[in-house]
């Protein structure tokens, strides 16, 4: 799994910096998901063109990245504050365990496109083997 970090720094409260050379793509989107339904797993999609870096800066939450042939997951939380990992294009993502008041910090490198999701698990086992044939 990728990962990077944000730069902590404790001023005046607390900062969080993210240069655009420790993240491997140009950053073209930014957004964040705030006090998300700690019952509720989200994700369960991959994109076909988007690279994304995902930052947990409050809370907790556990990552699952699944490229089609293994699955490796990492828990995000105080322990490892500012730890981001990256979502490289056809790798499925599986977001749970969130802790109350968790703050996440994406970045990504395409715009907005609905079109570039897969959301079921099916079709990306089907297009992941079309794009990496073994
Ligand atoms: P979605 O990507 O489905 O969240 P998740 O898969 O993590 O549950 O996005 C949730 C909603 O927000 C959905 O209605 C689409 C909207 N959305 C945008 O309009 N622009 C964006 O950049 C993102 C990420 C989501």
Redesign the pocket.
Known sequence: MEKVKAKEVKDDGLLYIIESSQVPFEIK?V?T?IDADTELP????AHRDTEQAVFCLRGGLRITLDNGLSRSKIVLNQKNKGRGVIQRKMVWIE?DKFLPGTILLVLSSKE?DPKGYIRSYHQFIKEAKKSNPT
């Open positions: 989107r957004y998901i989200r994700g369960y999609h977001m907005y």
